[in-house]
């Protein structure tokens, strides 16, 4: 069963730019979640979708918006980008039914010159 | 206060070793609990899932949950090199939609 795949895995941007990141989940997974990987803050929360919907938010500015399609697979858009928003950025699945754990792709490392 | 704690060490140990990794929480509504392992360059992986208390073995590895104490542990037996990495705890809450996260723990094991 293929994992969870995130593309691209590494990209260079300027301040100013946008940015948007894939992310195609396991196969029967309707859970995508997005989190901000970084060495002093680890792994923050980003937003979760399920069946198409936001169902869950962190604490980030409107800059960071997300979407999901009907076959589950998600991207996540960073508009105005900052040089703070240098980080790995994570995607993780899961069946979405509450409680069973979420499987992570390998991250998407997006870096801000 | 953080919901979670975990030292983020790095924890330097000899092949062999007994490794013992611990977070505490503040939540006492958690009811389900994860291990992750991070290798450098790559997304966490689950490594051990369990639900309220107790322990579970796979292999060299096993999670112990305390909920009386607010602490669980990773237990790592006869620690290889390639254990090498940084561990996640992680746990939700009873409507299980919401993962919190540790710092995560770096562990070096020396050949």
């Known amino acids: 069963k293929a994992g969870v795949t995130q593309t691209p895995r590494y990209l260079i941007k300027t301040r100013g730019q946008q940015v948007t990141l894939s992310c195609s989940p396991i196969?029967?997974?309707?859970?995508v979640s997005w989190y901000q990987q970084t060495p002093g803050q680890g792994l923050q929360f980003l937003f979760e979708?399920?069946?198409?919907?936001?169902?869950n938010k962190g604490n980030f500015p409107g800059r960071f918006s997300g979407r999901q399609f009907s076959n589950s697979r998600s991207e996540m858009n960073v508009s105005t980008l900052e040089l703070g928003d240098s980080a790995l950025y994570l995607c993780?699945?899961?069946?979405?039914?509450?409680?069973?754990?979420?499987?992570f792709g390998d991250g998407t490392r997006l870096s801000i010159l | 206060q953080k919901e979670v704690e975990q030292d983020p060490g790095p924890l330097s140990v000899p092949e062999g070793a007994i490794v013992s990794l611990n977070c505490t929480y503040s939540?006492?509504?958690?009811?389900?609990f994860m291990w992750y392992r991070q290798y450098s360059r790559k997304g966490p992986e689950l490594l051990m899932y369990?639900?309220?208390?107790g322990n579970k073995e796979d292999g060299r590895f096993t999670a112990q949950v305390d909920k009386s104490s607010k602490y669980i542990s990773l237990f790592i037996r006869n620690s290889q090199p390639s254990d090498s990495a940084t561990y996640l705890c992680?746990?939700?809450?009873?409507?299980?939609?919401?993962?919190?996260f540790g710092a995560g723990t770096r562990l070096f094991v020396k050949a």
């Open positions: 993780a699945s899961s069946l979405g039914q509450g409680g069973e754990p979420q499987h």
């Open positions: 196969s029967g997974h309707r859970s």
């Open positions: 979708y399920f069946s198409e919907t936001q169902r």
């Open positions: 939540n006492s509504a958690f009811q389900y």
């Open positions: 369990t639900y309220s208390s």
């Open positions: 992680a746990m939700k809450d009873p409507g299980g939609f919401k993962t919190i």
